[in-house]
């Protein structure tokens, strides 16, 4: 008699561990944390618009084209990983070539972001004129990776044919050095080289409260089990 209910009492403490943890994982199962998720490009809010570089993976930007009004801000998301991607400002007739400054035309040197990766980058639409960019990466322009901002959407220069004169060049683009970002631009200036694209803190608070939670949970029951076990030897000696 005495023997079963000192087993049965010193079960007590594993059950409550059992209710706490859970049951352990069924031979042969294994868990992984899920991936990070590339940062991703939030709504458009009033003066604010947004633009995913190399969305979900794929060599485009998106949206590839939008109306933004004068004073807007236009934010580039860019993803992690290992391609880096820019966001270069180009003209319509040269979609895959960095806008260089033109003193007869009066203009001065186009925006360009730089090759990198997980990074925002804003530009502040300074006119209605037609902003053209593009990713010069090795092969992205020639591929379809560039976009616009305020283009037409009929005639001879809109969005569409700007693309197709991009895909047309193909392989055959020249290929641009890095040379790190470039602030200013023509029609929409970068006044400010790329920022690191800012994380959540839920995660390291999330973390942080399960880590609390799982303390707590070994000291109460470690705080059980002395209890039980101080009951059990009183037991003996009465």
Not at 55 to 76: E, R, S
Not at 187 to 209: C, E, K, M
């Amino acid at each position: 008699m005495i023997f079963t209910t000192l087993v049965s009492v010193l079960a007590i403490p594993a059950l409550v561990s059992a209710q706490i943890y859970g049951p352990p994982p069924s031979s042969g199962t294994t868990t992984s944390a899920a991936p990070a998720s590339a940062p991703s490009a939030p709504p458009d809010t009033q003066g604010q618009m947004n633009i995913n570089v190399a969305f979900n993976g794929n060599f485009v930007f998106n949206p590839a084209n939008i109306t933004a009004p004068v004073g807007t801000l236009v934010t580039f998301w860019f993803p992690g990983g290992d391609i880096p991607h820019s966001v270069t400002q180009s003209s319509f007739q040269e979609p895959c070539t960095y806008l260089t400054a033109n003193s007869s035309a009066g203009t001065g040197a186009g925006f360009d972001s730089g090759l990198t990766n997980a990074v925002q980058f804003t530009i502040n639409v300074t006119d209605d004129q037609r902003i053209w960019f593009h990713c010069k990466q090795i092969l992205h322009c020639g591929m379809g990776m560039v976009g616009s901002i305020n283009a037409p959407t009929n005639g001879s220069n809109t969005f569409q044919a700007f693309q197709a004169a991009a895909l047309q060049i193909g392989s055959n683009e020249v290929t641009q050095t890095s040379g790190g970002p470039i602030t200013g631009g023509v029609h929409g200036i970068a006044t400010a080289t790329p920022a690191a694209t800012g994380t959540s803190g839920s995660s390291s608070s999330s973390s942080s409260s399960s880590d609390s939670s799982s303390s707590s949970a070994i000291t109460n029951a470690a705080s059980m089990a002395t209890i039980l076990l101080a009951v059990v030897v009183g037991f003996f000696l009465v």
